[in-house]
Protein backbone atom coordinates (compact mmCIF):
# COMPACT_ATOMS: atom_id res chain seq x y z
CA UNK A 1 0.00 0.00 0.00
CA UNK A 2 1.48 3.90 -1.13
CA UNK A 3 0.64 5.16 2.56
CA UNK A 4 2.47 8.48 1.52
CA UNK A 5 -0.16 8.41 -1.41
CA UNK A 6 2.15 10.46 -3.77
CA UNK A 7 2.71 7.88 -6.74
CA UNK A 8 3.36 10.23 -10.16
CA UNK A 9 2.99 13.62 -8.25
CA UNK A 10 5.29 15.95 -9.45
CA UNK A 11 7.73 18.30 -6.42
CA UNK A 12 10.01 21.16 -7.07
CA UNK A 13 13.06 21.19 -4.74
CA UNK A 14 15.51 23.78 -4.24
CA UNK A 15 18.26 23.07 -1.94
CA UNK A 16 19.88 20.17 -3.13
CA UNK A 17 23.78 20.52 -2.09
CA UNK A 18 24.98 16.96 -1.50
CA UNK A 19 24.55 13.66 -0.59
CA UNK A 20 24.26 14.16 2.94
CA UNK A 21 21.43 17.41 2.80
CA UNK A 22 18.14 17.11 4.05
CA UNK A 23 16.99 18.35 0.33
CA UNK A 24 18.80 15.12 -0.48
CA UNK A 25 17.38 12.49 1.11
CA UNK A 26 13.47 14.39 0.65
CA UNK A 27 14.09 13.81 -2.94
CA UNK A 28 15.57 10.26 -2.66
CA UNK A 29 12.29 9.34 -0.33
CA UNK A 30 9.62 10.84 -2.64
CA UNK A 31 11.38 9.08 -5.80
CA UNK A 32 11.76 6.01 -4.80
CA UNK A 33 7.83 6.42 -3.41
CA UNK A 34 6.79 7.12 -6.89
CA UNK A 35 6.96 10.84 -6.96
CA UNK A 36 8.91 13.19 -10.01
CA UNK A 37 11.28 15.45 -8.60
CA UNK A 38 12.55 18.49 -10.54
CA UNK A 39 15.72 20.47 -8.89
CA UNK A 40 16.82 24.16 -9.10
CA UNK A 41 20.49 24.59 -7.88
CA UNK A 42 21.90 28.40 -7.52
CA UNK A 43 24.34 28.26 -10.42
CA UNK A 44 24.87 26.50 -13.67
CA UNK A 45 28.27 24.47 -12.42
CA UNK A 46 25.77 23.14 -10.00
CA UNK A 47 23.64 21.36 -12.31
CA UNK A 48 25.85 18.11 -13.05
CA UNK A 49 26.24 17.47 -9.83
CA UNK A 50 22.61 16.83 -9.42
CA UNK A 51 22.07 15.49 -12.02
CA UNK A 52 24.63 12.57 -10.94
CA UNK A 53 22.37 12.25 -7.78
CA UNK A 54 19.21 12.17 -9.64
CA UNK A 55 20.11 11.44 -13.29
CA UNK A 56 16.58 10.88 -14.22
CA UNK A 57 15.16 14.08 -13.21
CA UNK A 58 15.53 17.55 -14.68
CA UNK A 59 17.81 20.39 -12.86
CA UNK A 60 18.04 23.97 -13.42
CA UNK A 61 19.21 27.28 -12.42
CA UNK A 62 17.29 29.63 -10.51
CA UNK A 63 19.52 31.69 -8.42
CA UNK A 64 16.94 33.46 -5.59
CA UNK A 65 18.28 36.52 -5.59
CA UNK A 66 18.11 37.06 -9.37
CA UNK A 67 15.04 38.55 -9.99
CA UNK A 68 14.91 37.54 -14.02
CA UNK A 69 15.40 33.62 -12.40
CA UNK A 70 12.58 34.25 -10.08
CA UNK A 71 10.66 35.46 -13.47
CA UNK A 72 12.02 32.71 -15.43
CA UNK A 73 11.18 29.74 -13.22
CA UNK A 74 7.43 29.12 -14.11
CA UNK A 75 8.91 28.47 -17.69
CA UNK A 76 11.27 26.24 -16.65
CA UNK A 77 8.80 24.00 -14.52
CA UNK A 78 6.69 24.27 -17.54
CA UNK A 79 8.94 22.21 -19.52
CA UNK A 80 8.73 19.37 -17.95
CA UNK A 81 5.16 19.58 -16.28
CA UNK A 82 2.20 21.42 -16.13
CA UNK A 83 1.33 21.34 -12.41
CA UNK A 84 3.31 21.02 -9.15
CA UNK A 85 2.01 18.70 -6.17
CA UNK A 86 4.11 20.78 -3.92
CA UNK A 87 7.38 22.70 -3.20
CA UNK A 88 10.22 22.32 -0.93
CA UNK A 89 12.57 25.36 0.01
CA UNK A 90 15.66 24.08 1.80
CA UNK A 91 17.50 27.19 1.30
CA UNK A 92 19.68 28.62 4.16
CA UNK A 93 22.88 31.08 3.48
CA UNK A 94 25.04 33.20 5.66
CA UNK A 95 28.30 35.36 4.99
CA UNK A 96 30.37 36.22 7.44
CA UNK A 97 32.44 38.96 5.64
CA UNK A 98 33.90 40.27 8.32
CA UNK A 99 34.29 36.92 10.35
CA UNK A 100 32.72 35.71 13.13
CA UNK A 101 31.20 38.53 15.20
CA UNK A 102 29.13 38.58 18.35
CA UNK A 103 25.51 38.79 17.11
CA UNK A 104 25.42 42.59 18.45
CA UNK A 105 27.90 43.31 16.24
CA UNK A 106 26.12 41.88 12.98
CA UNK A 107 27.03 43.46 9.32
CA UNK A 108 23.67 44.56 8.10
CA UNK A 109 24.42 43.72 4.64
CA UNK A 110 25.24 40.09 5.36
CA UNK A 111 22.17 39.79 7.28
CA UNK A 112 19.87 40.86 4.79
CA UNK A 113 21.65 38.93 1.98
CA UNK A 114 21.01 36.00 4.44
CA UNK A 115 17.81 36.61 5.22
CA UNK A 116 16.36 36.86 1.58
CA UNK A 117 17.85 33.78 0.38
CA UNK A 118 17.24 32.07 4.03
CA UNK A 119 13.47 33.13 4.72
CA UNK A 120 11.73 36.12 1.66
CA UNK A 121 12.93 33.29 -1.20
CA UNK A 122 10.19 31.37 0.12
CA UNK A 123 7.36 33.82 -0.17
CA UNK A 124 8.52 35.17 -3.99
CA UNK A 125 9.05 31.34 -4.89
CA UNK A 126 6.01 30.23 -3.11
CA UNK A 127 4.36 33.87 -5.31
CA UNK A 128 5.99 32.61 -8.70
CA UNK A 129 4.80 28.66 -8.50
CA UNK A 130 1.29 29.91 -6.60
CA UNK A 131 -0.74 29.93 -10.77
CA UNK A 132 1.09 25.87 -10.84
CA UNK A 133 0.47 24.64 -7.39
CA UNK A 134 -2.16 22.41 -7.70
CA UNK A 135 -5.41 23.69 -5.48
CA UNK A 136 -4.12 20.84 -2.56
CA UNK A 137 -0.24 21.54 -2.95
CA UNK A 138 1.84 21.35 0.14
CA UNK A 139 4.78 23.86 0.71
CA UNK A 140 7.31 23.10 3.41
CA UNK A 141 10.36 25.19 4.46
CA UNK A 142 13.31 23.21 6.23
CA UNK A 143 14.03 25.05 9.65
CA UNK A 144 15.73 24.40 12.99
CA UNK A 145 14.74 23.32 16.60
CA UNK A 146 14.40 25.92 19.06
CA UNK A 147 17.77 25.48 20.76
CA UNK A 148 18.72 29.46 20.19
CA UNK A 149 22.50 28.35 19.76
CA UNK A 150 25.27 31.18 20.37
CA UNK A 151 26.81 29.64 17.58
CA UNK A 152 24.85 30.04 14.73
CA UNK A 153 24.74 33.38 15.06
CA UNK A 154 22.65 35.22 13.18
CA UNK A 155 20.97 32.51 11.32
CA UNK A 156 19.12 32.16 14.46
CA UNK A 157 16.84 34.81 14.23
CA UNK A 158 16.28 34.15 10.37
CA UNK A 159 15.60 30.89 10.69
CA UNK A 160 12.90 32.08 13.47
CA UNK A 161 11.80 34.78 11.08
CA UNK A 162 11.09 31.86 8.68
CA UNK A 163 8.84 30.09 11.17
CA UNK A 164 6.82 33.23 11.44
CA UNK A 165 6.62 33.58 7.93
CA UNK A 166 5.12 30.26 7.75
CA UNK A 167 1.48 30.91 8.61
CA UNK A 168 1.42 33.82 6.99
CA UNK A 169 2.31 32.70 4.24
CA UNK A 170 -0.07 29.70 4.79
CA UNK A 171 -2.92 32.19 5.64
CA UNK A 172 -2.42 34.33 2.24
CA UNK A 173 -2.76 30.97 0.52
CA UNK A 174 -6.41 29.96 2.22
CA UNK A 175 -7.47 32.96 0.80
CA UNK A 176 -8.07 31.37 -3.08
CA UNK A 177 -6.65 27.71 -2.37
CA UNK A 178 -6.56 24.31 -0.08
CA UNK A 179 -2.27 25.08 -0.13
CA UNK A 180 -0.89 24.31 2.76
CA UNK A 181 2.87 25.65 4.12
CA UNK A 182 4.87 24.15 6.97
CA UNK A 183 8.29 23.89 8.27
CA UNK A 184 10.27 21.33 9.82
CA UNK A 185 12.58 22.45 12.70
CA UNK A 186 15.29 20.15 12.99
CA UNK A 187 17.72 19.41 15.36
CA UNK A 188 21.56 19.16 14.91
CA UNK A 189 22.32 16.95 12.04
CA UNK A 190 25.37 15.86 10.15
CA UNK A 191 25.27 17.46 7.13
CA UNK A 192 27.85 19.41 5.06
CA UNK A 193 26.06 22.59 5.73
CA UNK A 194 26.38 22.35 9.77
CA UNK A 195 29.76 21.62 9.20
CA UNK A 196 30.92 25.42 8.50
CA UNK A 197 28.93 26.39 12.17
CA UNK A 198 31.12 27.00 14.82
CA UNK A 199 31.94 24.63 17.53
CA UNK A 200 29.43 22.58 15.89
CA UNK A 201 30.74 19.17 16.52
CA UNK A 202 30.17 20.10 20.37
CA UNK A 203 26.93 20.83 20.13
CA UNK A 204 25.85 18.08 18.38
CA UNK A 205 27.64 15.98 20.67
CA UNK A 206 25.34 17.84 23.31
CA UNK A 207 22.19 17.60 21.83
CA UNK A 208 22.63 14.30 21.51
CA UNK A 209 22.81 13.36 24.74
CA UNK A 210 19.83 15.30 25.68
CA UNK A 211 17.69 13.15 23.26
CA UNK A 212 15.63 11.00 25.05
CA UNK A 213 17.42 8.20 22.93
CA UNK A 214 21.07 9.26 23.58
CA UNK A 215 21.32 8.80 20.08
CA UNK A 216 21.50 11.82 17.49
CA UNK A 217 18.43 12.63 15.35
CA UNK A 218 19.15 11.04 11.62
CA UNK A 219 18.55 12.94 8.08
CA UNK A 220 16.42 10.52 6.88
CA UNK A 221 13.92 10.69 10.25
CA UNK A 222 13.90 14.72 9.04
CA UNK A 223 13.13 13.45 5.40
CA UNK A 224 10.79 10.98 6.27
CA UNK A 225 8.64 14.11 8.24
CA UNK A 226 9.71 16.23 5.15
CA UNK A 227 7.81 13.61 2.77
CA UNK A 228 4.72 13.38 5.19
CA UNK A 229 3.79 16.85 5.31
CA UNK A 230 4.22 17.36 1.36
CA UNK A 231 2.05 14.20 0.97
CA UNK A 232 -2.25 14.10 1.23
CA UNK A 233 -1.60 12.44 3.91
CA UNK A 234 -0.92 15.48 6.41
CA UNK A 235 -4.08 16.97 5.24
CA UNK A 236 -4.72 18.13 8.58
CA UNK A 237 -1.30 19.88 9.14
CA UNK A 238 -1.29 23.41 7.94
CA UNK A 239 1.05 27.22 9.21
CA UNK A 240 3.04 25.12 12.11
CA UNK A 241 6.54 24.02 12.51
CA UNK A 242 6.85 20.12 13.15
CA UNK A 243 9.70 19.69 15.80
CA UNK A 244 11.99 16.72 14.94
CA UNK A 245 14.87 16.69 17.53
CA UNK A 246 14.10 13.21 19.20
CA UNK A 247 12.93 14.99 22.31
CA UNK A 248 15.93 16.78 22.75
CA UNK A 249 13.78 19.79 23.57
CA UNK A 250 11.61 18.57 26.49
CA UNK A 251 15.34 17.86 28.27
CA UNK A 252 17.44 20.26 28.67
CA UNK A 253 17.68 19.25 32.35
CA UNK A 254 18.89 15.61 31.52
CA UNK A 255 19.61 14.45 35.06
CA UNK A 256 22.66 12.94 34.00
CA UNK A 257 24.15 16.06 32.23
CA UNK A 258 23.25 18.16 35.76
CA UNK A 259 24.63 15.56 38.06
CA UNK A 260 27.85 15.51 35.46
CA UNK A 261 27.89 19.14 35.54
CA UNK A 262 27.70 19.54 39.25
CA UNK A 263 30.54 16.43 40.04
CA UNK A 264 32.39 18.64 38.18
CA UNK A 265 31.72 22.27 39.51
CA UNK A 266 32.65 19.87 42.85
CA UNK A 267 36.02 19.53 41.73
CA UNK A 268 36.96 23.00 40.62
Known sequence: ?????????????????????????????????????????????????????????????????????????????????????????????????????????????????????????????????????????????????????TSYGYLGPIKAMLDATVPYLAKSFSEFSHIRVNAVGAGPLKTSASAGIPDYIDNYLFAEELTLRKKALETQEVANSVCFLLSPRSSGINATTMLVDAGMSCNYFDQNIVKSFATQKDHE
Not at 31 to 40: T, V
Not at 112 to 128: D, P, Y
Open 1 to 149: MDFLGIKDKVYFISGVANKKSVAYFSAKTLIEAGAKCLFSVQKSEQIEGVKKLFPDSAVFVCDVENKEDLKKLTTEIKNHTDKLDGYLHSLAFANFSEGLKPFIETNRTDYFQAAQISCFSLVEVSNALKEMLSPEASIVTISISNTKA
